[in-house]
């Protein structure tokens, strides 16, 4: 009866640890700005991303299009 709990409980620990840690992955969002002049008031806001890296390729494909952009441009994150 011991074992079949404690069996339970490891596979239990198995399938929610993998899913809590994914979840928290999600907290933060990467996303690239852009304050030059020709964006508008506002800006530009690239869009919303899991990952840093992710978030600066779009960045850099932005600075590859615009390449007088250079220096307004940031990556910034949001929880």
Not at 33 to 48: I, K, R, V, W, Y
């Amino acid at each position: 009866m011991h074992k079949r709990i404690i069996l339970a409980f490891l596979l239990l620990l198995i399938v929610l640890l993998p899913l809590n840690q994914s979840v928290a992955s999600l907290a933060n969002t990467y996303y690239f700005t852009c304050n030059h002049p020709s964006e508008g008031a506002n800006g530009l806001t690239g869009q919303s991303r899991a990952t840093y890296m992710m978030a600066r390729q779009d960045e850099l494909k932005h600075l590859n299009d615009h390449a007088d952009h250079k220096g307004y441009t940031t990556v910034v994150t949001k929880q």
